[in-house]
């Protein structure tokens, strides 16, 4: 499997707002089926930041066109070379 950083623009309405929920729905789908490793939102700039197990970019187009916010989407894709963070190593050793 290959990494990906998907950064999503998009602008809310009404409507929008009313398909949040299903869309949050199938993000933890996504989760769950370890496909999206990390995932973030910024009211302020409208823009969505997505961390995923694909095998290929074919795949990546599948799963965002899914969402149900898709219409309101224009995103860009980049294969990542490295992802590192806290998440990814050993826990702190706690001596009691």
Do not use: C
């Not at 989760?31 to 910024?42: D, F, G, Q, R, T």
């Not at 969505?48 to 970019?57: C, F, K, L, S, Y």
Request: proline letters at 4%; charged letters at 20%.
């Amino acid at each position: 499997m290959k990494k990906f950083q998907i950064t999503i623009q998009f602008i809310t309405d009404k409507e929008f707002m009313d398909l949040v929920p299903a869309h949050k729905t199938y993000i933890n789908y996504l989760i769950n089926k370890e496909i999206v490793e990390h995932y973030a939102v910024s009211m302020e700039s409208q823009r969505i930041w997505i961390t995923v197990n694909v095998a290929d970019r074919a795949a990546i187009e599948k799963i965002i066109a899914q969402s149900p916010l898709f219409p309101y989407f224009t995103y860009e894709v980049h294969e990542l070379f490295a992802l590192d963070g806290q998440n990814y190593r050993l826990p702190t050793l706690q001596m009691n």
